[in-house]
T-cell receptor, first 114, second 108 residues
């Protein structure tokens, strides 16, 4: 009963490095999304996907890329890490895009960029 | 997207009932109202959802008046473990937008 799995749980990067945050779900959910949460703030949507091969931007997409080649996986790529991207990143999934289909969240990846 | 407004913070003593009200004046006909709970260092967790009237589960109750322009999350007899941030969301359409939520502090 894994649900939404995010790896790694913690990561420290240097400015300019690139990396990929992994997100996998085993519930056959079509809808997946990535959020970032800064201290004392709510969650802000980075990118989302309504199904394999389809992605779209959220409210804070700059500096991040995503792809959705399978239903299960939705990786988030930081192209050139910047200190402003230090945050906690959450991945979520749901069975559809209707309002009565709650999202399931992973435990987050805590990312620090020096 | 329907915008929501909820108090930034609330304090309560253990054993009391806590009511958190969320305003969503421009809610659309096909929108549902969903509440999430987030503990420190964890992702948000779904707690309850409703469309109209009242919904109750093992964790909370959700009251929605006829005009649906607001909703109230009710937590019966809170304990210290209910200290968390509570988010009110209204949707669809996707993507869902999380505000800053209500930080509930339960005091012994």
């Amino acid at each position: 009963n894994a649900g939404v799995t995010q790896t790694p749980k913690f990561q420290v990067l240097k400015t300019g490095q690139s990396m990929t945050l992994q997100c996998a779900q085993d519930m056959n959910h079509e809808y997946m999304s990535w959020y970032r949460q800064d201290p004392g703030m709510g969650l802000r949507l980075i990118h989302y996907s309504v199904g394999a091969g389809i992605t779209d931007q959220g409210e804070v997409p700059n500096g991040y890329n995503v792809s959705r080649s399978t239903t299960e996986d939705f990786p988030l790529r930081l192209l050139s890490a910047a200190p402003s991207q230090t945050s906690v990143y959450f991945c979520a999934s749901s069975s559809g895009t209707g309002g009565n289909q709650p999202q399931h969240f992973g435990d987050g990846t805590r990312l620090s960029i020096l | 997207l329907a915008k929501t407004t909820q108090p930034i913070s609330m304090d309560s003593y253990e054993g009391q009932e806590v009511n958190i009200t969320c305003s969503h004046n421009n809610i659309a006909t096909n929108d549902y109202i969903t509440w999430y709970q987030q503990f420190p260092s964890q992702g948000p967790r779904f707690i309850i959802q409703g469309y109209k009237t009242k919904v109750t589960n093992e964790v909370a109750s959700l009251f929605i008046p006829a005009d649906r322009k607001s909703s109230t999350l009710s937590l019966p007899r809170v304990s210290l473990s209910d200290t968390a941030v509570y988010y009110c969301l209204v949707g669809p359409p996707t993507p869902l937008v999380f505000g800053k939520g209500t930080r509930l502090s339960v005091i012994a």
